[in-house]
């Protein structure tokens, strides 16, 4: 099935699986994957790192604007598919480490950081045919994307997902800590002042607890045919 040059843009909760979706879709239709949550992630390492982070776990936000000045946060597309770079530095791994997962939240609702982001991803999609994920995507960064969905799954099959990941990598973390963690974000995502997560009005609801990747896939495909008029 062959889809014109669109913007398709996929919000929803922490650990919905919307990269893996998202991975997918560029690789059946050619599209481009941009992984908006990775460029929140790259900056709260490079403030954990940078000392940004003060002794009274708050965040030095003077210190963390010039970190941003010199932070050269981007993709490289390798034979691992989409990896996440800091300068010639492959951060991938380490931007998913509980460490990073309990600081992007606040990091992330900071304006001066949606800004900084939001200007990478814009450059990034300069030349459209682009699936991006995140939390703000069809509501802010792309507004007028053509394809918008919004997913969720129950906390159940979040949390059992996320352990699952983390643990393959060695993470100690317990399934408890996981999920602590993700209503955490979800939280703190969705109630933030800038750019809050929220189902832009025209986004498609997929709920996956109960799918396989082949089913979200044949669905998107239905979607697409159908909003399109595309024939198979
Ligand atoms: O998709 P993720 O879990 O890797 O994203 C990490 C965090 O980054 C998420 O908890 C909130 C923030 N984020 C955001 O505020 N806006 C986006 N478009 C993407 C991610």
């Known amino acids: 099935m062959t889809i014109p040059d669109i913007i398709i843009a996929i919000d929803g909760y922490s650990s919905t699986g919307k990269s893996s979706f998202a991975k997918l879709i560029a690789s059946e239709f050619s599209f481009l994957y941009l992984d908006s949550g990775a460029m929140y992630r790259a900056v709260t390492l490079a403030a954990l790192e940078q000392g940004v982070i003060t002794q009274d776990q708050s965040i ?29 530095r492959c951060v991938e791994q ?79 973390a317990t399934l408890e800590e996981v999920l602590e963690n993700l209503k955490e974000r979800d939280y703190m995502d969705s109630h933030r002042e800038a750019s809050p997560l929220q189902r832009a009005a025209d986004a498609i609801v997929l709920d996956n ?17 159908g909003k399109f008029g595309i024939l198979e």
């Not at 682009?130 to 994307?145: K, L, Q, S």
């Not at 799954?153 to 643990?167: N, P």
């Not at 607890?209 to 045919?225: C, F, H, Y």
């Open 60 to 88: 030095d936000e003077p210190r963390l604007k010039t970190v941003l000045e010199k932070l050269d946060a981007h993709f490289e597309y390798t034979v691992l598919g989409s990896q996440t770079f800091m300068g010639d």
């Open 209 to 225: 607890s109960d799918m396989t990747m082949r089913e979200e896939l044949a669905w998107v495909k239905g979607v697409i045919q």
């Open 94 to 172: 380490e931007i998913r480490s509980m460490k990073v997962s309990s600081w992007v939240s606040p990091v992330s609702a900071l304006p001066f950081v949606r800004n900084w982001v939001d200007e990478r991803l814009h450059q990034f999609a300069a030349n459209g045919r682009v699936v991006m994920d995140g939390r703000d995507i069809g509501t802010t960064v792309f507004p007028n994307a053509e394809l918008k969905l919004f997913m969720t799954a129950s906390d159940r099959v979040r949390a059992q997902r996320r352990y699952q990941e983390l643990s393959a990598k060695g993470s100690t």
